[in-house]
């Protein structure tokens, strides 16, 4: 009996913080969370979703992924996973023109070595590398919860950039996406 109580006890309890923290003002632009999609990508041969949380009406904090299924259109990127903090300056809760910094975890094809007749190549193996950069970018998020959103971002290598003939990375989308509880 003492236990069927506790367990009543601690879902009554839990029902209730979580009552109180999905309250919100009806405003459906100041819900917490977003899952977008990436519209370029697929031009790129590659499919990108991000996941972002809103700390604060001009702060929020994000993850992406990039994977390339297509390697005929993108030769060097494999995939990548990018953590970011963006600080928005609109009036509105999280929208308008933001800023960005990221990381990134990435996988770049290794430094291609050519032959004599400077046509053919071999390719070393697959570079694993973190990269740190800047952004910068424009969301609008709709009564209904849709958002649309730019962003460009550049970044550099930190460690393996002489190993792949590559030493920077970019981000740009264009992004379609849902705002959540």
Known sequence: MKKNFLL????????????????????????????????????????????????SKHSSLGISTFIV?????EKDMNYNISPYYRYYFGKKY?????LEGFGMFTSIDGKK?????????????????????????????TKKGFLVEANAGYGKL????NK?????????????GYRFK
């Open 69 to 73: 299924y297509d390697h005929t259109k």
């Open 113 to 141: 070595i050519y032959a004599a007749d400077n046509v053919t190549f071999t390719e070393n193996k697959d570079v694993y590398d973190l990269a740190l950069g800047a952004g910068l970018g424009w969301k609008l998020v």
């Open 94 to 98: 999280a929208s308008g023109f933001f």
């Open 8 to 55: 009543a006890t601690i879902l009554f309890a839990f029902y209730s913080v979580n009552a109180q923290n999905n309250q919100t003002n009806g405003d459906p632009q100041e819900k917490k969370n977003e899952i977008k999609l990436n519209l370029i990508a697929p031009l790129y041969g590659a499919v990108e979703v991000a996941f972002e949380r809103h700390l």
């Open 158 to 161: 930190m460690f393996n950039a």
């Open 164 to 176: 792949t003939d590559h030493n920077v990375v970019a981000k740009f989308g264009l992004n379609i």
